[in-house]
């Protein structure tokens, strides 16, 4: 069965210091490796999807890198907005192709 | 305009009650998905639907009903709650597998069973 770990279950920064959360992960196939953030009170919204390992995608200080066993998500100079839980899933080549949650990382980011 | 839109957002109700989550979206995706998460925030897939034709069903006691009345809609239906049933239920679209641009979810049904 697939299997998605997240680490460290929680991490608070101070602003401006960068970090990194990891993603172990055990796939049957992997189609895809996404990374999501989840704001309180409000569904996940999709940041990146991985397809192969050596990928690297960007989006403001949001960094996503992948290796065969594991994500991770590099932040930048760190802001208070980015607080947040984030959350990685990986989608396997089955036939329903479906896709497995970690549990996330809850990043809190100190003025 | 919200894209992925569920009502209710919040619902209390008693053991043994039947209470419906409606979900729309007006994205023009062609699947739709029911998550559920728990209070360790783990998100467990319940149902997928493609073009109203249902193509994941999760291992989900059959309390829980699925119905997907155009590719715009899909509503979730649970007969004789249970206390275990207390969870945040998720609504998403997706455009075919969601590999390429993710999922969309909705802000979620928080279901309280007392």
């Known amino acids: 069965e697939d299997q998605v770990t997240q680490s460290p279950e929680a991490l608070r920064l101070q602003e401006g210091e960068s970090s990194s959360l990891n993603c172990s992960y055990t796939?049957?196939?992997?189609?895809?490796l996404f990374w999501y953030r989840q704001d309180p009170g409000k569904g996940p919204e999709f940041l990146f999807t991985?397809?192969?390992a050596g990928e690297e995608k960007e989006k403001e200080r949001l960094k996503a890198t992948l290796t065969k066993k594991e994500s991770f998500l590099h932040i930048t100079a760190p802001k208070p907005e980015d607080s947040a839980t984030y959350l990685c899933?990986?989608?396997?080549?089955?036939?329903?192709?479906?896709?497995?949650f970690g549990t996330g990382t809850k990043l809190q980011v100190i003025p | 305009d919200t894209a992925v839109s569920q009502t209710p957002k919040y619902l209390v109700t008693q053991m043994g009650n039947d209470k419906s989550i409606k979900c729309e979206q007006n994205?023009?995706?062609?699947?739709m998905y029911w998550y559920k998460q728990d209070s360790k925030k783990f998100l467990k897939i319940m149902f997928s639907?493609?073009?109203?034709?249902?193509?994941i069903n999760e291992t989900v006691p059959n309390r829980f009903s699925p119905k997907s009345p155009d590719k715009a809609h899909l509503n979730l239906h649970i007969n004789s709650l249970e206390l275990g049933d207390s969870a945040v239920y998720f609504c998403?679209?997706?455009?075919?597998?969601?590999?390429?641009?993710?999922?969309?979810f909705g802000s979620g049904t928080r279901l309280t069973v007392v």
């Open positions: 998403a679209s997706s455009l075919g597998t969601a590999l390429y641009y993710g999922y969309t």
């Open positions: 796939v049957s196939g992997l189609r895809g």
């Open positions: 991985l397809y192969s």
């Open positions: 899933a990986v989608q396997n080549s089955g036939g329903y192709q479906k896709v497995t």
């Open positions: 994205l023009g995706h062609d699947t």
């Open positions: 639907y493609n073009n109203k034709e249902l193509i």
